[in-house]
């Protein structure tokens, strides 16, 4: 049995990372009060707030904190027509926070995520991992076997090739968690009590040609690399499928992250997952993806980007028309979301013009 850790006493970080680069993008439709526990880690930082369900309930967040709200009549207001690709009942709302976002890199946890213990009873403070990871190389086109070779303690063992030594720049930081896994409801259902008891520590480079299951409440990314692509796809109410907006997401950062020559790392930091959904209520959401995923992977396992795509948008795009060119005939749904996807880089380059984002990524 793990525990979370307790932060009480712990003061706030006095020099933090990035503090005026990062945003923490949480989506909710409860009080924030996770966030006094993890007030010595986060507090200095900018959070956006991404209300779901009911726009009228007022969220309570701790004082102290700094942040901006929006909720479903603001997305509305500021996307206009385009607000159709946000998720509505959906965690998958969360990808309008990095959309609204100025900064260059984007934190990303959910509200029942709490602070976790290190094997020594040490609060693990997330977001300056993630950091770390971002901020250093990743190594896609050959696999370590110390894994992360750039972490103190850590190098290139031997046979490592010195040209490929440099690694590549770091887009996507992908945590674990402690307690509660991610599972999905079949595996919730055979293992019910199943809890993550082992932390491993490691961080490692997902190789290049390899897909992933990207796992949403405790994720970091270079917004300026990768963030256009980082959409969750339509997922929630009126959809018929939920519980693959990340995965989406993953698939689709991945093979972009491949074509252009980025990193993505998984392992460390983990963080402690509190509360397991229903494995029922889940099952419901994810039935038909269980079926489809079967050919989804194949389908971007097998994608190929042209090399006129240089741009993350272009990419994208190209993407976006591959599904509706190949996943149509699986179901309707797959013809919406390709739409879905257009629509999502026309309101992200409307809100980012690509002369402001490259000002941005120069400041």
């Known amino acids: 049995m793990v525990d979370p850790a307790n932060t009480v006493g712990i003061p706030v970080n006095p020099t933090p990372l990035l503090k005026d680069e990062l945003d923490i993008v949480i989506p909710t439709i409860r009080n924030l009060d996770f966030l006094e526990m993890w007030r010595p880690f986060l507090q200095p930082y900018h959070l956006i707030i991404v209300q779901d369900g009911d726009p009228t309930k007022k969220i309570h967040v701790p004082e102290g904190y700094d942040y901006e709200l929006y909720n479903r009549n603001d997305i509305n207001r500021i996307l206009g027509p385009k607000a ?3 998720s509505f009942k ?15 890199y984007i934190f990303t946890i959910d509200d029942d995520c709490f602070v976790a213990k290190d094997p020594s009873g040490k609060a693990v403070n997330a977001l300056e991992q993630h950091i770390k990871n971002l901020l250093c190389p990743s190594t896609p086109l050959f696999f370590n076997t ?14 490592y090739p010195f040209s490929l030594r440099e690694g590549v720049t770091t887009a996507v930081s992908h945590g674990l968690w402690l307690n509660i896994p ?42 300026d690399l990768i963030g256009p692509a980082m959409y969750f796809g339509l997922m929630g109410d009126g959809q018929p499928i939920g519980r693959y907006d990340d995965m989406w997401a993953g698939w689709c950062i991945k093979v972009i992250c491949d074509h252009l020559g980025l990193g993505v790392k998984t392992g460390l930091p983990y963080i402690y997952h509190s509360k397991a959904s229903n494995p029922f209520v889940n099952l419901k959401k994810e039935y038909k993806g269980i079926f489809w ?4 992977i194949p389908f971007f396992q097998n994608a190929k980007l042209s090399k006129e795509a240089t741009t993350v948008q272009q990419c994208y795009i190209e993407l976006s028309k591959m599904v509706k060119e190949k996943l149509s005939s699986l179901d309707p749904y797959f013809d919406k979301l390709a739409d879905a996807m257009v629509t999502w880089i026309e309101a992200w380059d409307e809100l980012n013009p690509p002369a402001a984002a490259a000002a941005n990524s120069k400041a």
């Open 146 to 159: 110390l894994y992360d070779p750039y972490r103190e303690g850590a190098d290139f063992v031997r046979g």
């Open 182 to 223: 991610d599972y999905d409801a079949p595996t919730q259902l055979v293992k019910p009590k199943e809890r993550n008891t082992r932390y491993v520590d490691a961080v490692m480079t997902i190789p290049k040609g390899t897909l992933f299951p990207m796992c949403g409440m405790n994720l970091a990314f270079d917004r």
């Open 90 to 104: 959906d965690s998958a709302c969360r990808c309008f926070g990095y959309m609204v976002s100025k900064k260059k």
């Open 84 to 86: 159709s690709c946000i």
């Open 293 to 296: 995923q079967e050919e989804i």
